[in-house]
């Protein structure tokens, strides 16, 4: 975004009025491009905190189309600087419920249509509205080691949460939803919500940013391979954690089946409505794209769980 565009940014945002604008939505990337006709905006009026100097730009390094899932490439978008969210409201009834999805890519890209764009599609399908956020990468690695991620996944809840009424979204039903890297990111913004991450900015700073659900797809980060597979220190789930569905496949040689497992004996200790299937095959980074294995059901099971926690209707 060049600085003619950032000064309009922040003069919006000043205004209040940013986040509906047309000047507010953010330049198409040269590695990914939000859907036309979506509501897509910058996560920060201006800069993100501890924002770096001169960052390169965005690029998608699979454009050669070498790394493949289910016979087609995706998109694998580096040197992510400027995070935005974009919105896909719920197609046909809309329930009113909303999922932030973070796409995987171990904090160094983001899988933006694998476990991106193509999750939203399927979420609009059931009635469910949702928030694609492209988060800062690369960095250090997941919290506490950066701080970037996590502070942009805080930001967008409570965004979500302050635009809930114009989105037609329920505030009190908004969930988060993850893959690998961005299901740690799940965990880390279930985990870590009670204080922000940096200085608040405006009235979405004063709305939680404590999901009501979180959806942790083969995560990895929740437990330390070095240490036996003990538990992360840095995650440490109470009873006021938000009820959780796990998924993984017992051959994940990525990030190890243990990652929800130990994260799901801690949900139970500490007597947090937690809900966890294993497979026996499956690998890592699947999405949603279709493969002849019984994993592939996991959509319908996040489906029926939201029906049981009573974020979605009674069936």
Known sequence: ?????????????????????????????????????????????????????????EVNVNAAGTKMMAGRPYIRLGNVSTPTITVFPAKGKNTGAAVVVFPGGGYQILSMDLEGTEVCDWLNQIGVNCVLLKYRVPDSGPYPKSAAALQDAQRAVGLVRLHAEE?????????????????HLSVAVSTHYDKRLYDAIDAAD???????????????YTSIASQNLAPNPDIQPTANTPPTFLLQAEDDYTAHVESSIVYFMQLKNAKVPAEMHIYAEGGHGFGLRPRDLPIMNWPKLVETWLHSIKMLPAQ
Do not use: E
Not at 167 to 183: C, L
């Open 1 to 57: 975004m060049n600085k003619k565009l950032l000064v309009a940014a922040a003069a919006l945002s000043a205004a209040g009025t940013w986040a509906q604008s047309p000047a507010a939505t953010s330049s198409p990337a040269p590695g990914w491009t939000p859907p036309a006709g979506l509501v897509t905006m910058p996560i920060w009026p201006g800069t993100a905190p501890g924002a770096k100097p001169d960052a390169p730009p």
């Open 167 to 183: 989105w037609g979204i329920d505030p009190h039903r908004v969930g988060v939803m993850g893959f690998s890297a961005g299901a």
């Open 206 to 220: 004063t709305l939680s940013c404590r999901p009501d659900f979180a959806v942790v797809i083969y995560p990895g």
